[in-house]
């Protein structure tokens, strides 16, 4: 811009490096603002979805609660085609591939207190659609898994020791770092080291 113009525009060419001066700080507050702005949304965004996961997890428990007590679900599981045995597995498929691993373990701790998946029993969880779910270092000691949909479902680091495995469909499902020791149940453990599981004799948490 020559000096013409700026004398024209009542400007010197000191004056108007002095206003662009001015300009970077209003300038630098507005996008801090739009920016803090994006946080809290995705901060708000974050704290209403682990707002829903924890009360679906609270519903859940609830429901099987009220199974357990008034519907006799212990009893009735060991009833083939029994519907309270039907709508506690459905609830609890739904429940598990709408939470997080955290959830997803407080659900199997619930359910092995509540003697309804134990290996050697009858399972909630015997040939459960349990594809995609993430099971991210949940403990599934003992637990009866026999036949159950677990293909692409998140095991990393998962404690299987103990564990029912038999026959279970496991496409794209993710073992790596999974326990497992000679108790656990598998058809595929010539596979094992491939997978990434790793054999613990004992099976505690480190």
């Not at 006799?72 to 739904?94: Q, S, W």
């Amino acid at each position: 811009m020559s000096k013409k113009i700026l004398k024209y525009l009542g400007f010197s060419q000191k004056t108007l490096w002095d206003w662009l001066e001015l300009l970077i700080v209003p300038i630098l507050i507005l996008f801090a603002t739009f920016y803090l702005q994006g946080v809290s949304q995705e901060q708000q965004e974050l704290n209403q979805t682990e707002k829903n996961k924890q009360e679906i997890l609270t519903k859940y428990i609830e429901d099987m609660t009220t199974l357990l007590v008034d519907k006799k679900l212990g009893d009735e599981l060991n009833k083939p085609d029994k519907p309270v045995g039907v709508t506690a597995k459905a609830r609890t498929i739904i429940a598990m591939k709408e939470l997080d691993n955290k959830r997803n373990g407080q659900i199997i701790q619930f359910l092995k207190e509540s003697n309804l998946v134990k290996v050697g029993k009858k399972s909630i969880l015997f040939s459960a659609d349990l594809s995609g779910v993430d099971l991210k270092g949940v403990d599934l000691r003992e637990v009866n898994l026999a036949t159950a949909d677990l293909k692409g479902a998140n095991l990393t680091g998962a404690y299987l020791c103990g564990a029912d495995l038999t026959s279970i469909k496991r496409d794209k499902t993710i073992f790596k770092g999974a326990f497992y020791n000679q108790n656990t149940e598998f058809d595929f453990k010539k596979e094992a080291d491939k997978l990434g599981m790793k054999e613990k004799e004992n099976c505690w948490f480190d």
